[in-house]
């Protein structure tokens, strides 16, 4: 893991070199300006952990001003330090959000002190932060069969260590909370997983994305920017349908896996980085190698440890659980909560559920909305199913009237393209081109409708 960086924004050249020879022997990496208009850019180019910030900066921007501009953007510690502040001046500073305050002539011993006790803050933020999140993330794997047991093992044997993990399994099966379940067992589980979805960056923009740029490298480039894996060393970068990268994407990535280090885009100066991958992917990467669309040095680079999510076919037991964890969590986001008596989950457990568990999930969501009454049986499960009510072999389709009885035509069809549209987009994962290939528009024609639609910004 990389040291932590300091910056000291001082207009005193004596007191930048003395603060960045203590700070370097104490272990630390330290930049330093004359100035806040120097130093607030580096603060979105670089990494810095903490700064130290002279309240009075000549003719410049003065540290007030300049305490204010971080914090909007970044929340880092923000030590300030002065040879004349008032008492008064100490007080907005802290108000403003600064950690602590520092008076001229420097102590070092101090220095260093409040540098240490400002990284812990930071670092306590940050995980209460991470346990806020995982706290509304669902980071468990529901069921107890036999696949899904060996999965967990699986996970709880990998986790701890620093091997890069393939994440192998068809849409809907859960590669994602695999990947959170691996990232929440593991030694950077205190640090935020950095994800990129291969699948929904352009391929023109990716290699910004997951390098970052330099002012001015492509139309659009305004300002300087910290890639992907810049924003994961020290952490876990998960690599979400790597097997949509490009091959041009797939090279540059392949190097950099290989040395943990890149170049920005329209940049020279060479990023070291200390980064875990985790991958992940619904297609079969041989076959993707044997047609040539997929790099057979980068497949190998990946599959350290591969792991399979099964489908949900492969584990029908576990419908009953995942049925109830479903609701439980759709109940918590506001939607009354349904029971299920006993034909009903063996109807589900009867069904093939190509979608696996997105499918199973988007079916369980339906039902709380639209099926009006509180005790879900088996007839509605067919009926919601369109599946047969005899085994006569005739199929019966869920009424559309429900949803739309107070509605007149044209809101009746907005409303059915809407959920149409929104399932269709889930089961491709976001994927606009994929989704336009899948139901055969035209991919602008599509982008049209789903914003027109709000399914999309």
């Known amino acids: 893991m990389s040291r932590n960086q300091i910056l000291v924004i001082d207009d ?31 603060i979105e180019e670089e990494k810095i952990h903490l700064v ?69 803050f930071a670092q306590l933020e940050q995980e209460n932060r991470l346990l806020r999140e995982h706290s509304l993330k669902k980071t468990r794997l529901t069921g107890t069969s036999q696949v899904i047991n060996s999965l967990r093992a699986q996970i709880e044997m990998v986790a701890p260590t620093d ?26 589980s205190d640090r935020p997983m950095v994800e990129v979805n291969c699948a929904a960056i352009p ?21 300087n920017k910290r890639g992907k894996f810049d924003l994961a060393d020290g952490g876990i970068l998960f690599l979400d349908e790597i097997g949509d990268m490009s091959l041009k994407t797939q090279a540059k990535t392949l190097r950099i896996l290989q040395e943990q280090k890149f170049e920005r885009v329209g940049g020279s100066k060479t990023i070291s980085v200390n980064v875990r991958v985790l991958a992940a992917t619904n297609k079969n990467l041989e076959e993707e190698m044997h047609k040539g669309t997929f790099r057979a040095d980068l497949f190998y680079r990946l599959n350290v440890v591969p792991i399979h999510v099964p489908l949900l076919r492969e584990r029908i037991e576990d419908i009953p659980l995942l049925v109830d964890d479903l ?23 009867r069904h093939d559920w190509p979608g696996n568990v997105r499918e199973l999930q988007n079916f369980i969501e339906r039902l709380a909305i639209m099926c009006p009454d509180q005790i879900i049986s088996g007839h509605h499960i067919r009926l919601f199913l369109n599946t047969p009510l005899t085994g006569g072999g005739e199929t019966l389709k869920y009424d559309m009237r429900i949803p739309y009885r107070a509605g007149d035509f044209k809101e009746a069809k907005r409303s059915f393209e809407r959920e149409y549209l929104r399932i269709k987009l889930e089961e491709n994962d976001g ?13 602008s024609h599509l982008h049209k409708k789903l914003k027109s639609l709000k399914l999309i910004q």
Not at 19 to 40: C, N, P, R
Not at 327 to 347: H, P, R, T
Not at 431 to 443: M, P, Y
């Open 12 to 42: 005193e050249v004596s007191i930048q070199e003395s603060l960045k020879g203590i700070l370097e022997d104490e272990g630390f990496s330290a930049l330093t300006v004359s100035s806040a208009e120097e130093g607030i850019p580096l």
């Open 52 to 120: 130290l910030l002279d309240i009075w900066l000549g003719d410049t921007m003065d540290g007030i001003t300049a305490l204010g501009e971080i914090k909007k953007l970044n929340d880092i510690p923000v030590i300030m330090i002065s040879g004349h502040a008032s008492v008064e001046t100490a007080v907005k500073a802290t108000r403003k959000g600064a950690y602590d305050f520092i008076e001229k002539p420097l102590s070092y011993d101090k220095v260093i002190l409040a540098i240490r006790n400002g990284l812990r």
């Open 163 to 188: 091997a890069w993990v393939l994440i192998r399994g068809e849409h809907g099966t859960g590669k994602e909370l695999v990947a959170q379940a691996i990232h929440g067992l593991s030694n950077s």
């Open 203 to 223: 391929e023109e923009l990716i290699e910004s994305e997951l390098f970052g740029h330099e002012k001015g490298s492509f139309t659009g480039a305004n300002s």
């Open 327 to 349: 609701m439980d969590s759709l109940s918590e986001k506001g939607l009354v909560k349904k029971s299920f008596d006993d034909n009903a989950y063996s109807e589900m457990m």
């Open 431 to 443: 994927n606009i081109s994929k989704t336009a290939e899948d139901i055969g528009l035209e991919r």
